[in-house]
C-alpha cells in the first residue's frame, strides 16, 4: 500500500497571472489620490492660521494706538475680534486633524507621531477616532461661534432672556457629554 501523496501547498501568486497584479499594484498605489485632499487641507490651515494671526496682531496694534494715542474706541470691538480669531484658528486645527489623520490612515505611518500618546490630536487610528476628534474641534468652533454671537446680544422681552439661558445651558450639557464621552475612551 502506497500512502497518497500529500498536494503541495497552493502560491496565490502562482496562478495570478501579471495583468492582476498590475491591477492590484494600481489598486493599492490609489490610494495616494488622497493626497489632493491632504495637501490642500494643509495649505488651507496655513492659510487660516496666517489669517488669525494677523487679525489678532491687528487688535494689538489697534489696542496700542488706542491708549497711547487715543485712537478709535476699542471696546465694543476687541473681543469679538478675538473670538472670531480664535474660531478661524479652531477651524486650521480641524483642517490639521483631517490632513494628517487621512494621511495616516491612507498613505503611510508618521514617523514623529508614532512615539506620540495616543490620545494626541494628530495620532489616530481609524476613520471613526479621526471623525470624532474633528467632531469636537467642530463643536468647539461652534460654541464659539455662538459666544460671539451672544456678546451684541440685546434683549427685547423677559422671554429673550430666558431662550439665552437655555441656550447657554444646553451647551453646558453638550460640554459636559463630551466630557464624559472622552473619559470613557
Do not use: C
Not at 53 to 82: E, M, N, Q
Amino acid at each position: 500500500m502506497n500512502p497518497t501523496p500529500t498536494p503541495e501547498p497552493s502560491h496565490p501568486e502562482r496562478g495570478r497571472g501579471r495583468l492582476e497584479q498590475r491591477f492590484e499594484n494600481f489598486l493599492w498605489q490609489s490610494r495616494l489620490l488622497v493626497l489632493l485632499a491632504v495637501i490642500p487641507a494643509l495649505l488651507g490651515a496655513l492659510v487660516l492660521f496666517l489669517i488669525a494671526s494677523l487679525d489678532i496682531l491687528s487688535v494689538v496694534a489697534d489696542t496700542w494706538r488706542h491708549y497711547l494715542s487715543g485712537g478709535p474706541d476699542i471696546h465694543k470691538s476687541v473681543v469679538t475680534d478675538i473670538i472670531v480669531a480664535v474660531d478661524i484658528y479652531l477651524i486650521a486645527l480641524v483642517l490639521m486633524i483631517f490632513g494628517l489623520g487621512v494621511y495616516k490612515l491612507f498613505v503611510s505611518r508618521i514617523e514623529p507621531a508614532e512615539g506620540r500618546d495616543p490620545s494626541h490630536p494628530f495620532n489616530v487610528q481609524s476613520l471613526d477616532q479621526l471623525k470624532d476628534k474633528i467632531a469636537r474641534v467642530v463643536i468647539l468652533a461652534v460654541i464659539i461661534e455662538f459666544f460671539r454671537a451672544v456678546v451684541g446680544i440685546q434683549f427685547d422681552t423677559p422671554l429673550d432672556a430666558i431662550y439665552l439661558a437655555l441656550s447657554v445651558l444646553a451647551l453646558a450639557l453638550a460640554l459636559y457629554l463630551m466630557a464624559l464621552a472622552h473619559k470613557a475612551e
